[in-house]
């Protein structure tokens, strides 16, 4: 008998996916180039060369077994001591190599770190707008996801309706920041008031409650700023990273669960991962993979084309009339749409082949997205779409 969950899963199919199909289509008619496709978080700057380089000098010059061995259940120690050094240095942090978890990207560190301090019945809660897959990650381990509405003057924390959410069966809160979709981070004030909330909740509780931090975007920050280290506010966090976007690896599938030193039962956590990933019947990412990226690990991809994006495209929302929050980074921005229903508004861009993603799957309907990771000349031509559309339906 198959099963009925993952059968019912494909009735309710990602919107992002039936946007960037459509886009796909779309382009088989009237030529790629001519589709303003805005709908997937593909980066499109290449990795740096120094990756390649580490790839070919690890493949011409280490043994067979090595390569393409088996990596070892908790991680290459390599790329373990490689991260905590990293983080160490540019947060002020004391990881050791023990409390890295090499995963498959951020999506595979958010299974392991949520799997280790949530299951059957606990309650996880997120804030809107929020990556849709959290719904899948968070409810197939038997937990529950709840999510705060949005703050959509400022997309930081909606405190008041954040704390009427909050209860015992809460196990974990799951933030994103720098976020997907709205690009903002989270200020130093929103972390340390979510700091200050939850000890007062984990004493009157009498038990933990862990944020699950999700990190894939901390490396894009616009304006020479640095997105502040969730981990530095609040002890019992586990980051999870990917090198998906900051290196442009997305389909190298590697990423690391960061376990805070202070936090409780820290010793315990990698080797817990370890049992998880056992348990889902998942494996260390390849060992190769681990290997290079432990040779560039403070490099990044060349980004700065994403915040040249960032300042065209914002430019020209505000001077169309947008309500949008200026993104603090990302490759993401997340304006108001100029109807009430955000989908008719997505479909009506279509006509001017357009392809944006409603608001309503990131938990905030009434605003879209668009995914700006494409050249600065196809956003210059998007633009001028984008003025005849809004000139001709809205005016
Ligand atoms: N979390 C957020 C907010 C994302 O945007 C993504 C991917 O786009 C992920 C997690 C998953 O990242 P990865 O592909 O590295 O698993």
Known sequence: MISKMYKDMLNARSVIREFAEYAGKRGAEIGYENVFDF???????????????????????????????????????????????????????????????????????????????????????????????????????????????????????????????????????????????????????????LASILKAKQEEYGHEIFILSDEPYREIVFDGKEAPYVSKFYDNTLSCYSFSKSLSLPGERIGYVAVNPTCKDAALMSLLCGQVSRGTGHNCPASLIQMAVAEVIDMTSDMAVYEKNMNLIYDKLVELGFTVVRPGGTFYIFPKALEEDASAFCKKALKYDLILVPGDSFGCPGFFRMAYCIDTEKVERALVALDKFVKTEYR
């Open 39 to 193: 709908s997937l978080g593909n980066p499109s700057v290449p990795a740096p060369k120094e990756f390649t380089e580490a790839m070919i000098r690890l493949l011409q010059n280490e043994p067979a077994s090595k390569l393409h061995g088996y990596s070892p259940t908790l991680g290459n120690p390599q790329f373990k001591k490689a991260v905590a050094e990293s983080l160490n240095k540019r947060f002020g942090m004391e990881y050791k190599a023990e409390h890295i978890f090499p995963t498959s990207g951020a999506a595979g560190a958010l299974a392991h770190a949520a799997r280790c301090v949530s299951g059957e019945g606990d309650e996880i809660i997120t804030f809107a707008p929020f990556f849709p897959e959290y719904i899948p990650y968070i409810n197939h381990m038997g937990s529950k996801l709840l999510v705060v509405p949005a703050n959509t003057e400022d997309f930081q924390i909606n405190f008041e309706k954040f704390e009427e959410v909050l209860s015992e069966k809460t196990s974990a809160i799951l933030i994103n920041t720098p976020n997907n979709p709205s690009g903002i981070s989270y200020s130093a004030e929103t972390l340390s008031r």
